[in-house]
């Protein structure tokens, strides 16, 4: 090992040592994109010292309190984490016996649907790792599967089993909605049982429920999600045809949901806590933004997801998204209007409290309607995750609009904080029954076919004048960029085969003599976004013809060029220029220090259009995938090593070390100058 790789392993020990395992692919319904990013659109959790906690501290005692009673031995029972339990727990509310062998679709869809629930949740647990009460409160978790060692090294926000089961319960209801409000009950109990137990606090549940919502909206733009869900039916149908014969309803949150506190309960203290702390921001900027909100015309809805998504929607520029979204805001009212019927009226705050609005020319017309569910938070919510299967590249921005939409009302002083969060809900269960819906697929369809061909860009991008893309020896596509007078890949190779046709083997050991290529991360799923990794020898001859493994040189001119560039720099430093090079979003693990480092803000990542994906690294092992985009040069140092480029989520600058010639990195080709 040459001496400057020796000087490096102490970082890439670090970096590995923060990584965990991840799900393979194949186990959930995120084939080919990324999970939503609930960093980006949920509000961090309550810190111990803010007025919010003391809600998380009041359920926590009436769990406590459940402990020794029937529902608090359901709650011990449910704490087994995954698919074993979640085919006991909707299996009993299906009226069926869910087994691997017994009934496969179902089994294969229900495992699905719950592990993408999990992922929905990965990255913001350890994002905040906060403390489970059970952690804080110095007492032992009461479930019975629960394995208080792992639980303290694993982030309490958001629940990953109530991500697991509200997204579970959601794929279930759109797949058997005649059944859906008792399936969607046991979803919501089984994330209610987490505080129960003392392994999460009520704030974690409530975010769990949200980002797995989210995740279900994104589980509709996998391709083999639509077929698993009717290859479940069809099972079910066989097992239970009677089923078919009832007409389904649209669900209705009375029978899902607990009924909101009455001032006489402890959980009432918890929304006048928050009314308390949003009302401190109503003085500023924050505070504009729930004016603006209180909007509710088409032309502001559109003026928003205009600038979100940097595409004109209107009726006259997307007639068939503006007619879906007007169709969508109906059903939701309706849902809404069905619930605030025939629930207890509740008094808004500002009226229960004896305090004025934020829009006081809005007081007279609210005063008699009833505070829960929140109207808004149902229309900002169900339209952010319609938008979601329109537009997933713009997925995080669209749920954070959503997310705060319903959050201004809080602010405004016309919903409570449950009210807010119920209306949350409630959007989320229709989208799964809006799904069985003939209409809606219709529009949503038509919809889709505006948005096809869209792509996010926040600077121009510009693919090589004679060179849009270029395909390899294997037959592979891939995009191509110009920056400078270079033209480069913006993919990541994948070839199998050299340029002259002969196989590259997979790597069975560490060796830079013969030609090997890896998957990152050891997972042939990750193929697709991010290339092999190839050693050396390989890297060298697999560029198809035309295109060639750029020298160190060749790496120089790219980065100083974009260095040269007042756009491309952070902060006005030439050197600052990774986040620039670096693939846009939540495929790279957050960094929340130096503004300039690849991983802080990540939505503002990848002005050049080069798009380098954190691929990690194979010396005999995998290594830093999500954290270190690897790329071989083709300089030779010396017999043993060659040169390379690196960017690292927490590092603002492009990286050139030397290494040796058996390692897995990424390749990409430059074209050859004539």
Known sequence: ???????????????????????????????????????????????????????????????KSMRSTPRGAQASWESLYGIERM??????AMGITITKTGTPAI???????????????????????????????????????????????????????????WSTALA?????????????????????????????????????????????????????????????RAEYLTLRPEVAKDKPVAPHLNRILDAPADTASIFYYGDVAAYWLAKGERDTERGQQAIADADDSDESLYRVLSTVTAKEVSAKATPHTARLLDWVQKKLMEGVKDLKSSSTFRKRPYVQLGEPSLIREE??????????????????????????????????????????????????????????????????????????DSTFRSLLESAKEEWKDYSFSEAPVSPCPDAATVTDQDGNVYRTVQIGEQCWMAENMR???????????????????????????????????YGYLYNWTAAM?????????????????????????????????QKNIAKALAERGNVWQESD??????????????????????????????????????????????????????LVNNVSTVLGVSAEKGNGYSVRCVKDVK
Not at 87 to 92: K, L, P, Q, S, W
Not at 550 to 570: I, K, S
């Open 593 to 646: 220090s130096d503004e300039c480092m690849v991983g802080n803000d990540r939505y503002k990542n990848n002005a050049t259009g080069f798009s380098a994906l954190p691929a990690g690294d194979y010396q005999q092992g995998y290594h830093v995938f999500g954290r270190c985009a690897f790329f071989w040069t083709a300089t030779k140092i010396d017999a043993k090593s060659a040169g390379r480029r690196y």
């Open 1 to 63: 090992m040459n001496k400057i790789f020796h000087n490096f392993g102490l970082l890439l020990i670090i970096l590995v040592g923060m990584l965990s395992s991840a799900i393979g692919q194949d186990d959930h319904y995120y084939y080919q994109y990324g999970a939503p990013a609930g960093e980006y659109y949920l509000p961090a959790p309550p810190d111990t010292s803010s007025v919010l906690f003391a809600h998380d501290v009041n359920c926590w005692i009436w769990g």
């Open 363 to 436: 007081e007279e017309s609210h005063r008699m309607s009833s505070s829960y569910p929140s109207t808004s938070a149902a229309l900002g919510w169900g339209i952010a995750l319609v938008m979601t299967e329109l537009c997933p590249e713009r997925q995080n921005e669209l749920l954070k609009y959503g997310y705060e939409y319903g959050y201004s009302r809080v602010i405004a002083g016309y919903h409570y904080a449950s009210d807010v969060q119920a209306g949350r809900v409630l959007a989320a269960c229709h989208l799964a029954f809006l799904h069985n």
């Open 172 to 232: 279930l209801a759109e797949m058997l909605p005649e059944l859906q409000d008792t399936i969607l009950r046991r979803g919501y109990e089984y994330g209610q049982s987490r505080v129960i137990v003392g392994a999460h606090w009520q704030s974690d549940v409530d975010a769990g429920r949200l980002a797995s919502s989210a995740g279900f909206a994104r589980m509709h733009t996998s391709p083999g999600y639509a077929s698993d869900l009717a290859a479940a």
């Open 495 to 529: 070839a199998t085969h050299d340029r002259k046709g002969k196989e590259i083997a997979w790597g069975n050991d560490f060796n830079a003599k013969v030609p090997y290529r890896y998957c990152p991360n050891n997972q042939d799923s990750r193929i697709a976004q």
């Open 87 to 92: 085919a006991t727990v909707f299996g009993e």
């Open 107 to 165: 089994w294969k869809f229900m495992g699905k649907a719950c592990y993408t629930g999990d992922i929905s949740v990965y990255t913001v647990k350890k994002y905040y790792m906060r403390m489970r009460p059970f952690a804080r409160m110095n007492e032992h978790v009461a479930g019975e599967f629960d394995n208080e060692e792992e639980l303290r090294g694993n982030g309490s926000y958001p629940s990953g089993h109530t991500a697991e089961g």
């Open 541 to 573: 001859r697999v560029c198809p013809e035309g295109w060639h493994l750029p020298t160190d040189a060749e790496w120089d001119q790219l980065t100083n060029y974009v260095g040269d560039q007042r756009q491309y720099r952070c902060g006005g430093d």
